[in-house]
């Protein structure tokens, strides 16, 4: 462990003369049921140990059961809570031989290929306890594992122990006055008569059900209790918590859980015994070592970053009585902040806020030689008030200033900055809490990082599968928004889009593919790409459905998906919708009413071949909002998805639509986030200016060109247009005659007017489309149709329809 180096104060003693003082004092109180606790402890904070376990014989000699332990959870490093006595395990050889066992990196990966114990990037030490017939187990996650002080301290701790022999809690044996025993199989609980006082119960009224006692806890403190009475949760021996239950008056009150799971055996169901006790008394009496405790369990359950920045902050700042703190990360040669304590910018030195604030994540460490040294040397290092520091680190603690570098490994993953604004005096204490949490701390933030560094690579991912921005519609404004699950880091299956199709129709998207993994979203993403493909070929709503699930069902997938698809008519205010397994629209109307639209659904893609997909209609009133979602935001475990679909109903009409982005994010404002969410919505305004509209099928006679331009002629002076004529009818001659020359089967064209701008478009029954020639000889008879058009036109192209495709060109009149 690396010691804490004071500037200009002289070494206190021995971590061995300050681990023998902690343990006497620790067996002063032998009554004391914290007390195996207490001593594991002293092996976190002397001996740098990230977890430290004691084991001891069954009732029936068969078995080393795990009896109790501190630190960071066990499941890290695939320990077990029993091992079999006679086996080949580390724990089992050091109580048969009575020798220490000890495994590094190395030997740990031979014993993994043996299926003993895990692989990992750790030591392992084993004790044997002569006192008790039981080993000591510890982990260190330093690359040079134990050293020789830390041996020295693990001995210490080693003939402190005395533990008594695991034994399952009977039926009707006693127990303490704050102790409990739950039954895992049935939820029954035997309670000694201090616990109900806590809870405020009779003892007579008292049924005996765990639910009960969960009932009066506070809500918000309900999961991490759920979390300790859930036997495939529970880590034995090592789980303690704080929660509130409420009173009949007053604020609620805090109450500390420990406990640990027991194996029942002989047909016995297993049970968590342990003790609850107010929390408020204990408060006074917490010590070092259980901070650093708190600290383990607030690190082993912090996900990202900033989790662990705000665990260390909390952990240091009161017991410390720091007036600042400041956790970062260290990225190359650069530090990037994590968290402040207190956030306010008035907080904090001038010079800080003003230029550190914005400027130090992008400020090379070497800018501050001081910090730099500490993070190279990777001990703790202390300035008392008056040390002659850099401005910016002197602006932090002008009182006294601790620099606390985070290692993880063999390298420093961050540094953690403690200031005083009055006179500090630094004692041993502070300096053990300091050495202690520091190596905690680098492990977790390193954890962290990869955590971060994966989920913001999942969230690319997901991205990427996704549009990229939606696209602006004539009379109706769309949003979209997408929110990954936050259990877990596999991609999702959600997926939306906004598809604009000729003639002033648009199609909404919206869809789920089962399950979360990369397979589900490369699902999405064809699926996506295959619906957009069938739309834009003009195909009918429940054709496009159709495709799509025929196209599923030949992918020979184990997935299926749902799906709704809305195809609306912006012109005229109706639309069609086809569902697919799908939850149905929410339409809110412009006086505020709602409507779960009654549309008729089909079966999930990919699970029938010749499913049908029925067509409902939609009526959208100008004014009109239309929401799409998927069950992430309205199912949840405690509420199906009926009720979550009034629900969003109900937000809906209490929404201003004038702003979608902002009806949007309330609508996930409130987002379980226990799967990933999709959410698309679309206010109709209708389209201020309506297109006119003329067709014509060109039939194949000889004048059938001549017949189209008379017909164009006709329709443009209907329409009072009178200029540039010439020019559309040089563009309706040309793509007429292309079509009939290079075709076959039914031509035809349609022309649509709006404001000064006129569309041709013709279409035929060859998906071939024409080519712009690169270079044409005098001498040739064809190919400069397509350079005329391209011409005078403002924009032409070419469109896959059912069957065929359109050639089109827009030209601006009187341009």
């Not at 009072?720 to 035809?748: I, Q």
Request: include cysteine; proline fraction near 8%; hydrophobic fraction near 45%.
């Amino acid at each position: 462990m690396a010691n804490v180096v004071s500037e200009g104060a002289p070494a206190r003693g021995t971590r061995s003369l300050r681990v023998e003082s902690a343990l006497r004092a620790i067996a002063v109180d032998r009554e004391s049921p914290e007390r195996a606790r207490r001593v594991l402890e002293q092996a976190l904070v002397f001996a740098g140990a990230a977890f430290a376990a004691v084991y001891a014989p069954s009732e029936d000699g068969e078995l080393l059961c795990l009896v109790e332990s501190a630190g960071v959870p066990r499941t890290l490093y695939g320990l077990r809570d029993s091992y079999p006595r006679a086996g080949r395990s580390p724990v089992a050889v050091a109580h048969r031989d009575g020798r220490p066992v000890s495994l590094g990196p190395r030997e740990l990966a031979v014993h993994a290929q043996a299926r003993r114990v895990p692989s990992g990037d750790f030591h392992l030490v084993v004790l044997p306890v002569r006192a008790t017939g039981g080993c000591l187990l510890a982990v260190s996650e330093r690359p040079d594992g134990f050293g020789t002080d830390d041996r020295e301290c693990l001995e210490h701790v080693r003939e402190a122990i005395a533990f008594p022999t695991p034994a399952t809690p009977t039926e009707g044996g006693e127990l303490p006055a704050g102790g409990f025993s739950l039954a895992m199989d049935s939820g029954r609980i035997r309670v000694g008569d201090h616990l109900l006082d806590l809870f405020g119960l009779d003892p007579v009224e008292f049924d005996g059900r765990v639910e009960t006692l969960l009932g009066l806890t506070v809500p918000e403190d309900l999961p991490s209790l759920m979390s300790v009475v859930e036997a495939d949760h529970m880590s034995i021996g090592d789980r303690e918590l704080e929660f509130r239950v409420l009173q009949p008056t007053g604020p609620p009150r805090w109450l500390r859980l420990r406990g640990r799971l027991v194996p029942g055996g002989e047909g016995r169901p297993a049970a968590l015994v342990g003790t609850v006790a107010d929390a408020s008394t204990l408060r006074s009496d917490v010590t070092d070592v259980a901070r650093v405790q708190r600290l383990a369990a607030a690190l082993a359950t912090a996900v990202t970053v900033r989790d662990v920045g705000k665990a260390v902050a909390a952990a240091l700042r009161r017991p410390l009585r720091a007036d600042r703190i400041a956790v970062a990360e260290l990225e190359n040669d650069r530090l990037v902040v994590a968290v402040l304590d207190p956030p306010e910018p008035e907080a904090w030195p001038g010079l800080w806020r003003a230029e550190w604030r914005s400027e130090w994540p992008d400020a090379p460490v070497r800018a501050m030689p001081t910090l730099a040294a500490a993070l190279r040397e990777g001990r703790a290092r202390i300035w008392p008030a008056g040390s002659s520091l850099e401005p910016a680190l002197a602006g932090i603690g002008p009182g006294g200033l601790a620099v606390l570098p985070l290692p993880a490994g063999n390298r420093m993953a961050g540094v953690c900055l403690i200031g005083w604004d009055s006179p500090h005096d630094f004692g041993s204490d502070e300096r053990a809490l300091l050495t202690a949490c520091a190596g905690l701390a680098g492990q977790a933030l390193r954890r962290a990082r990869a955590f971060d560094a994966e989920h913001e690579l999942v969230g690319m991912l997901q991205r990427q599968l996704l549009p990229r921005r939606l696209p602006r519609l004539p009379g109706a404004t769309a949003v979209a928004r997408y929110l990954p699950s936050t259990a877990g880091l596999e991609l999702g299956g959600d997926w939306y889009d906004v598809i604009p199709l000729p003639d002033h129709h648009v199609a909404l998207v919206i869809g789920d593919v089962q399950g979360h993994s990369a397979g589900a979203a490369t699902l999405m993403g064809q699926m996506r790409t295959a619906l957009r493909a069938y739309a834009v070929e003009g195909h009918p709503p429940d054709v496009v459905v159709a495709h799509a699930n025929r196209l599923l069902m030949d992918m020979d997938s184990d997935l299926f998906a749902t799906c709704a698809y809305v195809d609306i008519d912006l012109e005229e205010g109706a639309a069609w919708c086809v569902r697919a397994g799908h939850l149905p629209p929410v339409l809110r109307y412009p006086d505020g009413a709602t409507e779960i639209a009654e549309a008729e659904g089909g079966p999930p893609l990919g699970v029938i071949s010749q499913a049908d997909f029925p067509m409902s209609p939609l009526r959208l009133p100008p004014g009109t909002l239309l929401a799409l979602v998927t069950d992430g935001l309205v199912e949840t475990p405690d509420v199906d998805i009926d009720e979550g679909m009034d629900r969003l109903a109900g937000q809906l009409a209490a929404a201003a639509p004038a702003d979608l982005g902002l009806v949007a994010d309330g609508l996930l404002g409130g987002a379980p986030r226990s799967d990933d969410v999709a959410l698309l919505l679309l206010r109709y305004d209708g389209m201020a200016l309506r297109p006119l509209r003329e067709s014509w099928t060109v039939w194949r006679v000889p004048q059938a060109v001549g017949h189209a331009r008379r017909f164009t002629r006709r329709t443009l002076r209907s329409w009072g247009v009178t200029e540039d004529v010439d020019v559309v009818l040089l563009v309706v001659s040309e793509l007429v005659t292309n079509a009939l020359v290079h075709t076959d089967g039914r031509v035809r064209m349609d022309l649509t007017l709006i404001g000064s701008r006129i569309r041709v478009a013709v279409a035929d029954a060859s998906p071939r489309s024409p080519v712009r020639p690169a270079s044409i000889g005098w001498e040739a008879t064809g190919g400069r149709g397509v350079l005329l058009v391209e011409a005078v036109s403002a924009a032409w192209g070419t469109l896959p329809v059912s069957g065929g495709k359109q050639v089109w060109a827009e030209l601006v009149l009187g341009r």
